[in-house]
């Protein structure tokens, strides 16, 4: 088993030091998601709709493309 780097070790027990509170807080990182984030909800009739939706509006970027 490879050693693990003593950055990454002592990066870990600073972590785990922190209450869990604090560690939520800096767990999830909101990221603006363009078009996505731009309306409260969508809906589409079928999941065939959806996916065009997503191939029409959405930069490849996001992941959402089927290509």
């Known amino acids: ?3 693990i780097p003593r ?3 002592a990066e870990f027990e600073a972590a785990a030091k922190r209450s869990l509170k ?3 807080k800096y767990a999830f ?3 603006y998601k363009p078009v996505l984030d731009d309306e409260k909800y ?3 009739e079928t999941m065939a ?3 065009q ?3 029409d509006n959405l930069p490849e970027w ?5 290509k």
Not at 62 to 66: A, H, I, M, N
């Open 49 to 51: 709709e959806y996916r």
């Open 1 to 3: 088993m490879p050693e």
């Open 53 to 55: 939706w997503c191939e």
């Open 62 to 66: 996001l992941g959402y493309s089927r």
């Open 29 to 31: 990182i909101k990221t």
């Open 7 to 9: 950055e990454w070790l």
């Open 42 to 44: 969508r809906s589409f």
């Open 22 to 24: 604090q560690r939520f």
